[in-house]
């Protein structure tokens, strides 16, 4: 089953469109080149084309958060200019990091990071928290559309892990691939949904 919903991501990641013109430029410059390796899923999600890879460790800062997940996505616009403030510049397209199940997890105990890739670490007199998201077996599928609909895919992606025989292994993580104000139709949005797995015990 999909581990959760949030019916607010793309309007937490929204605030970046109500910028100006020139920030919206540098966002659009940010898009990071992708070329999905498999056949984009999307919506209503009833076959998700689903793969296995070795995910590399990844340096990254993040903000880490307790609550909702709905907050994770309205953390990243601020978590941006923490880091621009600091001199450093995204390695890469931001992420979430969920590590609770909804269903068996209260709201208010929901544990997720918003993260953004750097190239190196942040000196500690930024403030900014950093970590290294660890080499990972993952099963993973690219859907496209609106950022809440994401989540809609978890059932066929889980699918797809119990047929390999594995079991998740840790968080979930959400690759946002390209920032709403780049695009005039949220259906241009991709985002790369992956799951640490190992074999069933």
């Given at each position: 089953m999909?581990?959760?919903?949030?019916?607010?991501?793309?309007?937490?990641?929204?605030?970046?469109?109500c910028r100006s013109t020139r920030d919206?430029?540098?966002?659009?410059?940010?898009?990071?080149?992708?070329?999905?390796?498999?056949?984009?899923?999307?919506a209503p999600f009833e076959t998700v084309h689903a793969n296995y890879k070795e995910r590399l460790e990844q340096l990254y800062v993040f903000v880490e958060l307790r609550g909702t997940y709905t907050q994770t996505g309205r953390a990243l616009p601020e978590l941006h200019?923490?880091?621009?403030?600091?001199?450093?510049?995204?390695?890469?397209?931001?992420?979430?990091?969920?590590?609770?199940?909804?269903?068996?997890?209260?709201?208010?105990e929901l544990r997720s990071r918003a993260c953004i890739p750097v190239a190196k670490p942040p000196e500690p007199s930024t403030?900014?928290?950093?970590?290294?998201?660890?080499?990972?077996?993952?099963?993973?599928?690219?859907?496209?559309?609106?950022?809440?609909?994401?989540?809609?895919?978890?059932?066929?992606?889980?699918?797809y892990m119990a047929k390999m025989g594995w079991v998740e292994a840790g968080p979930v993580r959400e690759l946002?691939?390209?920032?709403?104000?780049?695009?005039?139709?949220?259906?241009?949005?991709?985002?790369e949904l992956q799951i640490p797995a190992m074999p069933r015990p």
């Open positions: 999909a581990r959760r919903t949030h019916l607010a991501l793309l309007l937490a990641l929204l605030p970046l469109g919206q430029r540098a966002d659009s410059a940010a898009a990071w080149s992708y070329t999905p390796d498999l056949p984009v899923s999307h200019e923490r880091l621009t403030a600091a001199g450093l510049a995204a390695s890469g397209p931001p992420f979430g990091l969920f590590y609770d199940d909804p269903g068996k997890v209260a709201v208010a403030g900014l928290a950093s970590d290294v998201l660890p080499r990972a077996h993952v099963v993973y599928a690219v859907v496209a559309g609106p950022y809440p609909e994401a989540p809609r895919a978890y059932p066929g992606l889980y699918a946002y691939l390209v920032p709403p104000t780049s695009v005039r139709n949220f259906d241009a949005l991709l985002c």
